[in-house]
């Protein structure tokens, strides 16, 4: 594994930016930061001010944080770096620009890391140099908080290197075998949603009724449970094997009855109108902070077990 | 509502009914329990320790706990309870049956509140002399920690009762306006999951990557927020109106690229082997005991918040 001593770049300066500069620096990385906005550029350090505090909660160090330097150019920022943490918005032609600007300047072992969501790994490689050096590590949002961050890429080098990196700054890193749109957490979120609408459009439940069912329900167990092991343990001291055998087939004929719904105009209406009394005047910036606390009491609770069993 | 005074009748002795005689014990209700195996009967008691310690460690006084009495006949059980909780297994004909038992012995406004995972109201209310008085009220698994309890039933002033008598018990009911398979959480969950198998059955990730990825992702974050709520936080300043205004045509793309994975023996065997390293040699009751753990310690980090936005 790479000694992680040299900087890391981060480019885009968004809130996906803000959040993993924010983690990088609160764990003793020096941070080398750019977004094409002057504008985006000059707020930087006092977006950092939230999620740094957060991270000093959950028990980083204020003293060993890292230095952070806004670069005025792409290549001043990817100068030197041992990694490229790249939050641009998802464009292939413009991602696959940056690409070619920072591997004419970069050394030839630092990574690229594409924070891609909707976008794979083999839709943004084509024109590389060395597409080798090129993964995607999807974060999830916020992605100071929510430990995720999905991996996919060629080398089995630079994946282990960026695991550790990762690691190393209290993220949970997940290595896909395939490529796949949507990784795995956003397949699983929309495969939920899916059926959720549906519920909606259906009638069988109101909005807030569903995030209730959810949160204080599979939500709460899928937050210490995978839902392969949860069947695991619904099989009984037989496990899974007893599972299939007995359960399988009336998951099967589940899965059936499951929903497909259109998000037509009177189903938009009904999740618009459900979340606004869900959010009973609550705005988005305000939930945000209410969801950013509890985050911090469910990490912290986490502890040592490291929250996964 | 009504005034919860009487004790509360808990059929059928299994994993589940310990639960529910937990709580309801530990709430300082008076329980009388049934089950027609004389062995099962014989072992209540003893099986109640472990739950009812769990519930003392989330802050239920022991001096406060209420009378258990497991009765020799289901007449003894119901005679002057409020509240039936039945937790027979299911077969429509065998709870029936119950019900016919219990209507002949009950007062007028007893509620019989049937725990069924798999059948519905509308399935079991045939034949009953009074079917206001059936509800389904389905807990989740393990129902004296995760606090979800799905009521459908046809009586407002019996769901109204039984809604304050499972919230002064700590759970959080949740209603559903139309009678449906797999209620709201068990239709999430099977949506989610047809999902995660087929994320193996394509050699996309491995079962322990998925869980990982759930766990360390979307699970955590839905431990704190509901699914329709994310999406109103994913739209910005402007909520779930931006948010399917511009990012609702690739959510239904999504929809269209999830996957319809069949139990065959190869992904059953990937299913089996695959959380068998994920246990990583530990049993299915060692599982159990640290799922517990992790979730008393989740449920202790809600605290006064309550866990819901």
Do not use: T
């Given at each position: 594994?790479?000694?992680?001593?040299?900087?890391?770049?981060?480019?885009?300066?968004?809130?996906?930016?803000?959040?993993?500069?924010?983690?990088?620096?609160?764990?003793?990385?020096?941070?080398?930061?750019w977004d094409p906005s002057p504008q985006v550029r000059l707020g930087f350090t006092a977006r950092l001010e939230r999620p740094l505090a957060q991270l000093v909660t959950l028990g980083?160090?204020?003293?060993?944080?890292?230095?952070?330097?806004?670069?005025?150019?792409?290549a001043e920022a990817v100068i030197g770096v041992g990694l490229v943490q790249e939050n641009a918005p998802e464009n292939i032609p413009l991602k696959q620009g940056l690409y070619a600007e920072i591997e004419a300047v970069v050394s030839a072992d630092t990574i690229i890391a594409s924070s891609t969501s909707a976008l794979t790994?083999?839709?943004?490689?084509?024109?590389?140099?060395?597409p080798q050096r090129l993964i995607t590590a999807h974060p999830f949002n916020p992605p100071h908080l929510v430990p995720l961050v999905e991996l996919y890429g060629?080398?089995?080098?630079?994946?282990?290197?960026?695991?550790?990196?990762?690691?190393?700054?209290?993220?949970?890193?997940?290595?896909?075998?395939?490529?796949?749109?949507?990784h795995i957490a956003?397949?699983?979120?929309?495969?939920?949603?899916?059926?959720?609408?549906?519920?909606?459009?259906?009638?069988?439940?109101?909005?807030?009724?569903v995030d209730a069912a959810l949160v204080h329900g599979p939500g709460l167990r899928w937050s210490v449970m995978g839902a392969h092991m949860t069947y695991h343990l619904g099989g009984g001291q037989e496990g899974m094997a007893h599972y299939l055998r007995h359960?399988?087939?009336?998951?099967?004929?589940?899965?059936?009855?499951?929903?497909?719904?259109?998000?037509t105009e009177a189903v938009c209406q009904a999740l618009i109108s459900g979340v606004d009394k869900e959010?009973?005047?609550?705005?988005?910036?305000?939930?945000?902070?209410?969801r950013d606390a509890q985050?911090?009491?469910?990490?912290?609770?986490?502890?040592?077990?490291?929250?996964?069993?």
């Open positions: 594994m790479v000694e992680w001593n040299k900087p890391v770049a981060v480019l885009g300066c968004g809130l996906i930016g803000e959040s993993w500069a924010a983690l990088f620096l609160a764990h003793g990385y020096d941070v080398q930061a980083c160090d204020p003293a060993r944080r890292g230095r952070l330097q806004v670069a005025e150019s792409l790994w083999s839709e943004l490689s084509p024109g590389m140099r060395n060629i080398s089995a080098a630079h994946l282990d290197s960026a695991d550790g990196l990762y690691r190393s700054i209290g993220r949970k890193p997940v290595c896909l075998k395939k490529d796949a749109v949507g956003n397949r699983l979120a929309s495969a939920l949603w899916r059926e959720a609408v549906h519920i909606v459009a259906e009638g069988i439940a109101d909005v807030s009724e359960l399988g087939p009336s998951q099967v004929r589940r899965w059936a009855s499951l929903g497909m719904p259109q998000l959010a009973a005047g609550r705005s988005v910036s305000e939930l945000e902070v209410q985050l911090i009491k469910a990490l912290q609770a986490r502890g040592a077990a490291d929250g996964m069993l």
